[in-house]
């Protein structure tokens, strides 16, 4: 039998390529229309997982707050405050400057940088859920280990990774993939994320919004190492997330947002000579 | 001549369905394929779009750094401190509470809310990009309007578009989509991301980690308000983003990261009797 015979056998096989054709159009339509919503979503929200699910599974489980519903209680407002305002404390983050380049000694006190997460543990977050685990690292072979990891992945970030126009825009900054500073600083701080949390019932407990909450928390930190005449850096090594997540053991939840070296600057600590933008061209008044 | 004979007419109609298939699966194969490597991206880096590109159009571009390339100047380390240090600091951000009920006078000077808005400008920000902009809301009927956008997208949040699990977290913090501090509030800060930005030249500027260096801002916004004495609240409206910055009159690389309300505490507000984990539930020491 050809293969035209066959298809001639039945009315069903003749117009097998009409039943395709509509399959076709149907599969392509609902590609094109899952991808726009896909990408409105995305633009919209980071959390798309904790939007409402239309299934009806839903309304088979018992849902409980994660926090205790308590009776709400009176609060009278700011009770302390800097004497010198918002212009003091301006003037304070002002002096800030991100440093590459640290003395190995004197080891600031532990608890100064306690105080500091501390303070960075007030950051308010989405519903409340505290998303942040921050590790601190003094330990000279885990500041090694942490070292290599990050030049190895920074090698190929530079080389091959980045887009040139990334690393072009480094320059100025005189950044590349060795970092001293990782050995160097008396402590560093890795600030993790938690993408979900786990309930007393071991249930997963949604965190929303984490990473703006714990970036939140990491202003919080910036200004709290200020106040206490400590320096430090903002870095996000790329592509080393897993690997610094596996040394220190920490749980599959948590992914590391940001590394900072803390510290006092070296005696030969130069930085970039940049300017800020000026008030006006960061406000818009209505 | 009847749809059969049509089909009979050539060889490559005759085997239509055959092309279709081999068609249907490749397209298939593709969508899949594409899915997989999508969410690999989005897992490992939110800047996928600056990764290199391995296209040979990047050779032919002349780069330039988007900062000028200075000498480095001396830096000394941290001139400004508070005398109390880290744990006056924390005592100061721990006295720190989400407000939703504002008095409407009186109203905070403007020049104490320059300077907070001042101070959250000395962020960190990806190769010193500086992607943020703080629009200051004063005017009544704009203010009305914030809350029209807000309500009515927030009531179909609540009813529809978040997770059965996401309201119920919520209900201890008695939120709901009334939301009168937006009107009551002296000051509504919308703290907007730029995506991108665009050079003197006018070529397009990338803006790493954009949402994580305006998180960072918002971080030091609040310690500012905090040390001004001043109460606020970070909200993030779902879904409103598009809507507010078309009322604002924001370019398209502007996307609305918080929205926060400033000002005294009204005389009867109440704040959700929440406690904050203790210092060992956030640390780990190594």
Known sequence: MELDEILETSVFLKYWNVVLTIALIGILSKWLWNRKGHKQ????????????????????????????????????????????????????????????SYRR?????????????????TSPSGAHTEPWTFCVITDMEIKQSI????????????????????????????????????????YLILVFKQTYGVTKQGKRKQHYYNEISVS??????????????????????????????????????EKLLVLLPVGYPAENCKVPDLERKQLDDIIVRY
Request: with cysteine; proline share 6%; net charge negative.
């Open 41 to 100: 979503i995305e633009r919209e929200d980071e959390d798309n997982e904790i939007l409402a699910d239309s299934s009806s599974k839903a309304e088979e489980i018992d849902y409980a707050p994660a926090l205790e519903e308590k009776e709400h209680i009176a609060y009278k407002g700011v009770a302390e405050t800097l004497s010198g305002g918002a212009k003091q404390f301006y003037k304070m983050m002002n002096d800030r400057r991100s440093v590459r």
């Open 105 to 121: 000694e004197p080891i600031p006190p532990i608890d100064v940088i306690e105080n500091c997460i501390r303070a960075a543990g």
């Open 147 to 186: 070292r290599d990891i990050i030049e190895s992945e920074e090698e190929l970030n530079y080389a091959q990774r980045m887009h040139k126009q990334w690393t072009t825009d480094l320059r100025p900054l005189k950044t590349n993939h060795v970092k001293p500073y990782l050995t160097d600083a008396p």
């Open 216 to 253: 939140i928390a990491v202003g919080i930190l910036l200004c709290a190492l200020q106040a206490a005449g400590l320096s430090s850096l903002v870095t996000t090594p790329l592509n080393c997330g897993p690997a610094l997540r596996a040394l220190l053991n920490r749980p599959v939840n």
